[in-house]
């Protein structure tokens, strides 16, 4: 959309671009409705420095079982989002191999190996000749490695192309979206209704999905507060020369040390090494992360060396307090003027939710690979509902606990 009509309206509104946003919108379109998204510059957040691994187990930390879930599931669904989109998305069914540098790291990883085939997932050990036969530029010296077959890749910056194109340009509206437009009142229960836009125009629509990543935090008449922490992340791309192609053919995630790095090959003949972590509030290229990430990589892959670094790139991506996602609706509770019955609580549904408000950030490292997961509970919650198990990562739910917290310190009255 050129931005300039009077009015827009629109039977879903997403706020932000990335490739949530856009994977949330396209997944709507296709479901009969009208959509238009809403990001100054689509593509250009966490998104554009993603390196694409969908990796719902060698991604598995402990004590993560419900965020587990999630991510199992949307890997599975990630055939079936992809295939539409064409080879153009740059989704690859390629395996992913976790390295060890030393004996210490062997331990960790299969210490990790054990807890994942707890939960049934499948990990695969390799001696270094089996890894190095599968990937000979590996280095002689690594300890050992595991083979994880369902953990794949894609890349992010071809899939938000793929996405736009399918949308289409008159879907994306390339304005900052600067707060919620509220209806109700006088006895009416309060409903989002649209979105107030940069330009001061309102672009009104039947749902409003909050899909903006780190951006969510900034964005006026939310009902909650969305408990946003940036988590910043170096990535470096090289080229690889001809004589070396291919690098390796698996994504391989390594251990060095106790420090972790991933290397993932692009079919460009390009590789993605990432990725640092750090909450310094710095969106500059860290010049020690460099480092760190071209030293561990070259433990694992020596030929490293020679290849020539042509991008570096930081990005902040959107943590929460578990590091799961916020993703669902808002109980009614929260809205401004709106009744508080004692109800309201997580697995509430139906009128005790704001109408017209989903919620979909907070992924931190998870965003590309819970895509397709996203947009399917999006489009679920605006059919009507959504699966229960999806409401431990409702985006409410620290304020419900916060509410608890508040009343139980609430001075009693004594007879």
């Known amino acids: 959309m050129d931005g300039h009509d009077a009015a827009i309206r629109v039977d879903v509104a997403v706020i932000g671009a990335g490739v949530v946003g856009l994977g949330i919108a396209w997944e709507a379109a296709r479901s009969g409705r009208t959509v238009a998204v809403v990001d100054p510059a689509p593509g250009t957040g966490a998104s554009f420095a993603a390196a ?107 899939l938000v192309a793929a996405l736009l194109a399918a949308l289409g340009p008159d879907a994306v509206i390339r304005e900052r979206a600067e707060a919620l437009v509220w209806a109700g009142g006088a006895g009416e229960d309060p409903r989002v209704v649209g979105v107030r836009l940069a330009s001061g125009r309102e672009l009104l629509a039947g749902e409003t999905i909050v899909a903006n990543g780190m951006g969510a935090r900034g964005l006026a008449g939310l009902p909650v507060p969305l408990p946003l ?68 990589a070259q433990a694992l892959v020596p030929a490293v060396a020679e290849l020539e670094l042509y991008e570096t790139t930081a990005r902040a991506r959107p943590g929460t307090p578990d590091n799961a996602p916020l993703l669902g609706r808002v109980a009614a509770r929260f809205a401004a003027g709106g009744a508080d019955d004692g109800g309201g609580s997580p697995g509430a549904r139906g009128p005790r939710d ?22 399917r509970v999006c489009v679920e919650l605006l059919d009507g509902g959504t699966e229960e198990r999806w409401d431990a990562f409702r985006p409410d739910r620290f304020a419900h606990e916060r509410s608890r917290l508040d009343q139980a310190a609430a001075p009693r009255r004594t007879a």
């Open 354 to 375: 704001i109408p017209g408000l989903i919620v979909a950030t907070g992924f931190f490292r998870h965003g590309v690979l819970l895509t397709p997961a996203a947009a």
């Open 229 to 296: 922490r940036p988590v910043y992340g170096d990535i470096l791309r090289l080229r690889v020369p001809e004589r070396l192609r291919p690098l390796v053919t698996a994504t391989v995630r390594g251990l060095v040390r106790g420090r972790p790095v991933y290397l993932v090959p692009r079919e460009d003949g390009t590789v993605v090494i990432g990725a640092t972590q750090r909450e310094d509030g710095s969106d500059a290229v860290s010049a020690g992360g460099v480092y760190e990430l071209l030293r561990d």
């Open 52 to 158: 694409g691994m969908l990796a719902a187990v060698s991604e598995y930390h402990y004590q993560e079982e419900d965020l587990l879930g999630l991510m199992l599931a949307s890997a599975r669904q990630w055939p079936e989002f992809a295939e539409p989109l064409g080879a153009g998305a740059g989704y690859l069914r390629t395996p992913t191999l976790c390295v060890a540098a030393d004996a210490a790291d062997r331990h960790a990883l299969a210490d990790l190996r054990a807890v994942q085939e707890a939960h049934g997932l499948d990990v695969r050990p390799l001696g270094v000749r089996e890894a190095r036969t599968l990937e000979p530029l590996l280095a002689p010296a690594i300890a050992g490695a595991f083979e994880i077959t369902a953990d794949h890749q894609v890349d992010p910056r071809r």
